[in-house]
C-alpha cells in the first residue's frame, strides 16, 4: 500500500509546484454563477460599463460558473484553489491510464512520462473549464484506444459519448466541436486503411468501423442540443475565431510564431521525425494523425498547446515500448521511489514556503483599496473604472463595472452584434484612436492599468488625472497605476 501511494503521489508532484494565484476568469465567473442563481441566464452582457448598450451574451461555460458560485460560497477562493488541483491530479491519472495501455503496460514508461506532464499542467490556470475539457478528451482517446483492442466494448460508447457531450456543452461550449474532431483520425483508418497504399505502412488491423463512429458521432450532436442557448452554443467556438481584434488581445489566440517562435521550427521537426517511426515500425494511423493534427492546431493558436503535448506523449509511449526495452529490478525501483519521493517532498516544502500563498495578488487588493479610500474621501462611489482583462475580471468580483473583462470573445462586434470594444481598445493602444477623444466617450472615475497598456505613461503628465497608487516589480515585469480622474 505505502508503495503504491508513493509511486502515485511522487507521479503527480510536479503539478503542486509554483504559486497559488486563481486564473483572472474565476472572479467573472463567481458573480456570473450568482447572477444565475438569482436571475437565470443572461442573454446581455453584464458586469460592464456597457452593460445598458444592450450587447448580445451567451454564457458558453454557465455550468462551471454556477459551480464556481457554489464553491465559493461554501468554502471560498481557496475552496476553488483546492478543486483546481484535484482536477489537475486527476487529469495526470487519467493520462497515466492512457500512456499504460499505449505502452503495453510499461509503467517506469508511462510514470516518467506522467512525471514530466506534472510540470507542463502546472502551467494550466486554475479555475477554468479548459481543465475540463482536457479530461473529457483524454477519457474519449482512452476509451477509443482501449476499444481498438476490445471491439466488446462498443455498447459502453452509446452512454459514455452522450454524457461527455452533454457536459462540455454545457461547461465550455467553445472547445465542445473537439469531440468530434478527436473521432476524426479513426474515421480516417476506418475508410482508407483498407487502401493498399495505408495497409501497407500502417497496422489497421484494429479499425474501428465506421458505422460505429458515425453512431458516436451522431449522439454527440444529437446530445449537445441540450444546452439553454440551442444552436448558437454548438457553433459557438467557431463563430468567434479568426477575429482579429481577438487575436490582438488574447494571447492564447495568437499563432506560435508570435508566442514561441522556438516551438514553430520544434513541432514540425518532431512531426518529421514522428512520421519516420511510423513507417519504419508500421504503428497504427490514428495517433500519428492525432500529432499532425494538433500540431497543425497549436501552430495556429497557442492554447491547443495543451491538446497537442498528451498526444504527443500518447505517441511516444507507443514508440517508447520498442525504443527503450529496459527494465529495473524491484529492489532499484524501490531505492528510487524512497530517494525521487524524498526529494520531491523537500522541494515542495520549499516551495510552499518560499512562494506567496495570497490567491488574490497583494498589488491588485492595494489598488482596490486605494480606490476605495479616495471614494470615500471624496464623498462618491467608485463609480466606472477603466480596467482590461484580468484586473477588469478581478474588479468585476468586487462588483465595479469596468471597460471590459477577460471574456474576451463577448467584447467582439462579432459576438455582440453591437460595436467591437476590442477593436476600439486596440485602436487606443495603437494610438490610432487619441486617448483623450476615448476617455470623452465614457464616464470613468478611476483608471487601474498595467505597463502594457498605453495610458499607464499617457496619464502620467495629464494634469487632468491623479496618480493615487503605484506599484513596480522590475523583476517581473509588471508594474500597476491607479488613477483617478479631475471632474
Known amino acids: 500500500m505505502g508503495k503504491t501511494c508513493g509511486y502515485y503521489l511522487l507521479m503527480v508532484s510536479g503539478c503542486f509546484f509554483g504559486s497559488f494565484i486563481l486564473s483572472c476568469d474565476v472572479y467573472y465567473f463567481i458573480p456570473s454563477g450568482a447572477y444565475i442563481e438569482q436571475y437565470g441566464l443572461p442573454h446581455e452582457l453584464m458586469f460592464s460599463v456597457h452593460a445598458g448598450e444592450h450587447f448580445h451574451y451567451i454564457m458558453q461555460q454557465w455550468l462551471f460558473a454556477l459551480w464556481n458560485w457554489k464553491v465559493y460560497q461554501a468554502f471560498g477562493l481557496y475552496g476553488i484553489l483546492f478543486c483546481g488541483y484535484l482536477t489537475k491530479i486527476v487529469l495526470l491519472l487519467l493520462l497515466h491510464r492512457l500512456l499504460l495501455h499505449a505502452s503495453g503496460g510499461r509503467r517506469g514508461l508511462a510514470f516518467a512520462e506522467t512525471f514530466f506532464a506534472g510540470f507542463f499542467v502546472l502551467m494550466m490556470n486554475i479555475g477554468r473549464p479548459y481543465m475540463l475539457t482536457c479530461g473529457f478528451l483524454l477519457i474519449e482517446l482512452l476509451f477509443l484506444q482501449q476499444l481498438r483492442a476490445h471491439p466488446e466494448r462498443r ?81 459557438y467556438g467557431i463563430s468567434n475565431s479568426g477575429t482579429p481584434s481577438l487575436r490582438y488581445i488574447s494571447t492564447e489566440m495568437q499563432p506560435l510564431a508570435v508566442r514561441a517562435p522556438f516551438l514553430v521550427v520544434l513541432i514540425p521537426l518532431f512531426t518529421v521525425y514522428m512520421i519516420w517511426k511510423w513507417l519504419r515500425w508500421h504503428f497504427e ?50 531505492r528510487m521511489l524512497c530517494v525521487g519521493t524524498a526529494a520531491m517532498s523537500l522541494l515542495l516544502l520549499a516551495n510552499f514556503i518560499l512562494l506567496p500563498k495570497n490567491v488574490i495578488p497583494a498589488e491588485w487588493s492595494a489598488g482596490l483599496q486605494a480606490m476605495r479610500e479616495d471614494a470615500a474621501a471624496q464623498g462618491r462611489d467608485i463609480g466606472n473604472v477603466y480596467a482590461v482583462r484580468d484586473i477588469g475580471s478581478y474588479l468585476t468580483f468586487a462588483q465595479i463595472p469596468v471597460y471590459h473583462y477577460s471574456c474576451d470573445e463577448a467584447f467582439t462586434g462579432k459576438m455582440n452584434r453591437r460595436k467591437d ?67
Open 155 to 235: 455498447r459502453y460508447g452509446y452512454l459514455l459519448f452522450p454524457l461527455l457531450s452533454v457536459l462540455e456543452i454545457n461547461l465550455h461550449a467553445a472547445m465542445w466541436p473537439m469531440l468530434l474532431v478527436f473521432l476524426l483520425p479513426y474515421f480516417f483508418e476506418s475508410t482508407l486503411g483498407r487502401l493498399a497504399f495505408f495497409s501497407s505502412r500502417f497496422d489497421s488491423t484494429r479499425a474501428i468501423p465506421w458505422r460505429t463512429l458515425a453512431v458516436y458521432a451522431a449522439l454527440i450532436f444529437v446530445v449537445a442540443l441540450l444546452n439553454p442557448y440551442g444552436l448558437e452554443m454548438l457553433g
Open 285 to 334: 494511423l490514428p495517433l500519428l494523425l492525432l500529432v499532425l493534427g494538433t500540431g497543425f492546431m497549436a501552430m495556429i493558436a497557442e492554447r491547443s498547446l495543451y491538446l497537442f503535448f498528451p498526444c504527443v506523449m500518447l505517441a511516444l509511449a507507443r514508440l517508447g515500448c520498442r525504443e527503450f526495452p529496459f527494465s529495473c529490478s524491484p529492489r532499484q525501483k524501490r
Open 421 to 487: 470594444i476590442l477593436a476600439e481598445y486596440h485602436a487606443v493602444q495603437e494610438q490610432q484612436l487619441p486617448y483623450e477623444e476615448f476617455l470623452r466617450r465614457y464616464d470613468f472615475h478611476y483608471l487601474f492599468v498595467k505597463n502594457d497598456d498605453y495610458l499607464y505613461d499617457a496619464l502620467a503628465s495629464d494634469e487632468d488625472y491623479t496618480l493615487l497608487y503605484e506599484y513596480d516589480a522590475p523583476q517581473f515585469a509588471c508594474s500597476l497605476r491607479v488613477y483617478r480622474a479631475n471632474l
